[in-house]
């Protein structure tokens, strides 16, 4: 298995762009979370959705955060417009039923210029 | 807020030495996990331990949990300079509705 798998990698963009993250869960996997990690506020969960339905989306910052999971492989995280205040690394994990240990991705790491 | 916070922030030991992390959450828990982080990757999942268990091992890592305290311990024996990373406690709540929670994790440095 290819694991989490996120892309980009790296994303700079400026403000008031639209900036879409994308991400493809574990095969199998039913669970499926977007975290937000800065250095001031730590890992933050934004959104996570169970069986493709958003279950809790009391993370998100606002309305220029939206979140879609159209089908079991995949899932986008949608910032518009962007702010530099959104600057930070975003992390897609899966993991299947209740949580007996997530798997990470490797991270965007988006850049608000 | 935060519902695990670790202890400490940092920590700094030498190779071959025990390195010992500490985790405090507020809430009744499911189970409680450790998670490793090296610099500019994802999280990767060390160990689970669930609320009716006292202690857990895997390989040099060794987990304590005290729901009285709602506390834990992550202690990782003979430290190798592959060690160094970040390592965060995360808890799945009871009212937590499947997700988990992570605390800000603490900064273990394995100096040569």
């Known amino acids: 298995d290819a694991g989490v798998i996120q892309s980009p990698r790296h994303e700079v963009t400026e403000m008031g762009q639209e900036v879409t993250l994308r991400c493809k869960p574990i095969?199998?996997?039913?669970?499926l979370f977007w975290y937000r990690q800065t250095m001031m506020r730590g890992l933050e969960l934004l959104i996570y959705?169970?069986?493709?339905?958003?279950?809790?989306d009391s993370g998100m910052p606002e309305d220029r955060f939206s979140a879609k999971m159209p089908n079991a492989s995949f899932s986008t995280l949608k910032i518009q417009p962007s702010e530099p205040r959104d600057s930070a690394v975003y992390f897609c994990?899966?993991?299947?039923?209740?949580?007996?240990?997530?798997?990470f991705g490797s991270g965007t790491r988006l850049t608000v210029v | 807020s935060q519902q695990g916070e670790e202890d400490p922030q940092a920590l700094s030991i030498q190779e071959g030495e025990n390195a010992t992390m500490n985790c405090s959450y507020k809430?009744?828990?499911?189970?409680l996990q450790w998670y490793r982080q090296n610099s500019g990757r994802g999280l990767v999942h060390l160990i689970l331990?669930?609320?009716?268990?006292r202690e857990k091992h895997s390989g040099r890592l060794r987990v304590t949990l005290d729901t009285s305290k709602k506390s834990s311990s992550l202690l990782i024996t003979a430290s190798r300079a592959a060690d160094t990373a970040s390592y965060f406690c995360?808890?799945?709540?009871?009212?937590?509705?499947?997700?988990?929670?992570f605390g800000q994790g603490t900064r273990l440095t394995i100096n040569p």
């Open positions: 994990a899966s993991s299947f039923s209740r949580p007996e240990g997530y798997t």
């Open positions: 095969s199998g996997h039913n669970s």
């Open positions: 959705f169970n069986n493709n339905v958003p279950i809790d």
């Open positions: 809430t009744s828990i499911n189970n």
């Open positions: 331990i669930r609320s009716n268990e």
């Open positions: 995360a808890t799945d709540a009871i009212q937590g509705a499947q997700k988990l929670v």
